[in-house]
């Protein structure tokens, strides 16, 4: 099967060879991206955000509180309604998830993937994780769960 062949059948459009660049600005026009205080919003509201960012960057730069932690790898499987391995949050394809990495480039890619698997209402931070933190929105350290001033970082 060509390359062609199976991002068709897995309901990509074909694109043939881009750069990242190009990529993300391909897939962040069907996403409605939220800001960090939307994001916030979101949440009180009922909406799922979920940290993709590895282990290390989690211990070194805290967490938002109550966001669900699944690493990338395991991200389709965890938030799959339908899955057997997925989280106790992943209840419906009509959730509201908030994808959140790093610096918000990755978590668009990932945002996309789960819009792939029905979860409609899927969409990332504009810049991330570090958008949330500079905004001084809460975060807590991953090493005692307490709170930390977004300010002194």
């Known amino acids: 099967m060509t390359d062609q062949a199976t991002t068709e059948r897995a309901g990509i459009e074909p694109v043939g060879p881009v750069g990242i660049d190009e990529l993300l600005e391909r897939v962040r026009e069907d996403l409605d991206r939220v800001g960090p205080r939307e994001a916030a919003e979101a949440a009180a509201d009922g909406a ?5 960012r590895y282990a290390a960057l989690r211990e070194r730069d805290g967490l938002i509180p109550e966001a669900l932690i699944v690493e990338r790898n395991e991200l ?5 309604p339908q899955g057997s391995h997925r ?5 419906s394809h009509d959730l509201r998830v908030v994808v959140i990495c790093n ?3 990755a978590s668009s890619l990932a945002a996309v993937s789960l819009r792939q698997l029905g979860l409609h209402r899927a ?17 807590v350290t991953a090493a005692t769960g307490g709170a930390e001033d977004a300010d002194a970082a």
């Open 48 to 52: 799922l955000l979920v940290d993709i």
């Open 76 to 80: 389709e499987w965890r938030l799959d």
């Open 87 to 91: 989280a106790r949050e992943a209840t």
């Open 103 to 105: 610096e918000g480039y």
């Open 123 to 139: 969409t990332d931070l504009v810049g991330g994780f570090q958008a949330w933190k500079a905004e001084g929105l809460p975060v």
